[in-house]
């Protein structure tokens, strides 16, 4: 019942912005951790950047200064502002969040994480 629906991602020349955005829905109890990693062709999934719900930020050290995150928990929603994209930006960027869920009958929280459908940012040179 629990979805994570990304939209944003597209098609930007070296040097330009894109904003990711990510919103949960369903039978949500609660969300602790929510970011972004990605993937390109031919390579190992990675951490981008998360926030916790109390606001403290990871980040990898080829996205600081040029990415940030936020979230809006009223909204359920993360955002990945990119700024200055290189080529070596280029990827599919998924969305995850660790989300607790209380199914009718369940005595208590049941946690797991979550994945996004994945959205394609490419960055041409």
């Known amino acids: 019942q629990v979805q994570l629906v990304e939209s944003g991602g597209g098609l930007v020349q070296a040097g330009g912005s894109l904003r990711l955005s990510c919103a949960a829905s369903?039978?949500?109890?609660?969300?602790?951790?929510m970011g972004w990693y990605r993937q390109a062709p031919g390579k190992q999934r990675e951490l981008v950047t998360t926030?916790?719900?109390?606001?403290?930020?990871t980040e990898a050290d080829s996205v600081k200064g040029r990415f940030t995150i936020s979230r809006d928990n009223a909204k359920m929603t993360v955002y990945l502002q990119m700024n200055s994209l290189k080529p070596e930006d280029t990827a599919v960027y998924y969305c995850?969040?660790?989300?607790?869920?209380?199914?009718?009958?369940?005595?208590?929280?049941?946690?797991?994480?979550?994945w996004g459908q994945g959205t394609q940012v490419t960055v041409s040179s």
């Open positions: 995850n969040a660790n989300i607790a869920t209380t199914p009718i009958g369940a005595p208590i929280p049941i946690w797991r994480d979550y």
């Open positions: 926030i916790t719900s109390g606001g403290s930020i």
């Open positions: 369903g039978n949500i109890f609660n969300i602790n951790a």
